[in-house]
């Protein structure tokens, strides 16, 4: 019996440490994230997907971005985990407006 109890509890902890493990291996970190927008509306507009209103208005929400992240980490050391979600958040409505404006065909 004492067998079976240490295998459950091996077992439950897998299973629990295993979600957390594969999200930490597959999440960027913050930085990464924001090198990876700049980089790409810069791509944008070098190849002409992004037109001048466009990028400048994306650059407009990545500064704004910016300041936020830097307005949580001068208030206390690190991210909490409220701030780490409510960034990520922001950078994935951030990325699918990068890629929403870079496809709308808009040269002008």
């Avoid at 990876?36 to 944008?44: E, F, K, M, T, V």
């Avoid at 985990?81 to 990068?98: C, K």
Wanted: glycine share 2%.
């Amino acid at each position: 019996m004492r067998k079976f109890s240490v295998i459950a509890a091996v077992l439950s902890v897998a299973a629990i440490a295993l979600p957390a493990a594969a999200h930490a291996q597959t999440s960027q970190s913050i930085n990464q994230r924001q090198a990876n927008l700049s980089a790409r509306i810069d791509q944008g507009v070098r190849s002409g997907a992004l037109n001048r209103n466009e990028a400048y208005r994306l650059r407009t929400q990545f500064r704004a971005l910016t300041r936020l992240e830097a307005n949580y980490r001068r208030s206390r050391p690190g991210l909490t985990l409220a701030e780490r979600r409510d960034l990520d958040q922001r950078l994935d409505v951030l990325s699918r407006r990068i890629q929403v404006q870079k496809r709308d065909r808009q040269y002008r």
